[in-house]
């Protein structure tokens, strides 16, 4: 079980932007991020910085392997939010073959560098909000599946829906490899509870952020909002998760990242250590 952070958090937010791909500083976050004690980072993959991301090149592919070599922290996951700028529901004809096109050519760089993973986003404008959405991703899952089988990586989906729904639609795309990506915060904030969810998809669950929010509000820090940890690792443990977990935090003082993902680090150790305890 290895303990990640989403990319961006390391090092200083971009002009007016709380979470996206750090153009001039990607490079210096595998260093820090190591000596945070840190094992992971979850690559962002968006609109903001794609002309720039090293996923895009094979020479941006070579540097990462190598200052993940060098610095012992891996990448093994994407945080596709270009699909909160470009949705892969609700798009005209044209539209949603190019969105569903950039799913498989994205997944074929991930490839390349052995990332299992790749977490796509269905909140806030790209939320699933009606059955005609849920069947057309259904539909458009079953267009990339021939990759997904070829290249053995996971589709993760991270949503706002309710368990019932939730637990609905993975069955109907009915694939080993789509996954639940699990917000603890988000949950937190829409008033879910860990229990109700794990009991209607637990064992789909192929990946969590960790992350504290109030419910109806935004991010606070761990440990100030309404996230129910205690329930949420009883659940986990009783489904035997054994994957990563990422810390997708709120941010601290500006210029003190370092010392705050320190912090944070050892909070989540803690609430990871949980998963050890015996039932």
Known sequence: MKLGIMQGRLVPPEPGRFQSFPRQHWREEFALAAAAGLETIEWIYDAYGEDVNPLGTDVGLNAMQALSASHGVAVESVCADWFMDFPLLRAHDDEALHRWQRLR???????????????????????IETPADMEQLVAGIRTVTDVIDQLNIEIHLETSLAPEP?????SRIGHPRVKVNYDSGNSASLGFKPAEEFAKYGSHVGSVHIKDRRLG???????????????????????????????????????????????????????????????
């Open 105 to 127: 050519w994205l997944m074929e760089r991930c490839a390349k560098l052995s990332i299992n993973r790749i977490i796509v986003p269905f909140v806030d404008a790209s939320a």
């Open 166 to 170: 939730f637990a609905w639609l993975l």
């Open 217 to 279: 509000g935004g991010t606070v820090p761990l440990g100030e909002g309404d996230t129910d940890f205690s329930g949420l690792f009883a659940a986990l443990r009783a489904v035997n998760y054994r994957r990563d977990f990422i810390l997708q935090v709120a941010r601290g003082l500006e210029g003190e990242e370092l010392a705050w993902a320190r912090e944070n680090t050892k909070k989540a150790r803690i609430l990871i250590s949980q998963l050890q305890t015996t039932r």
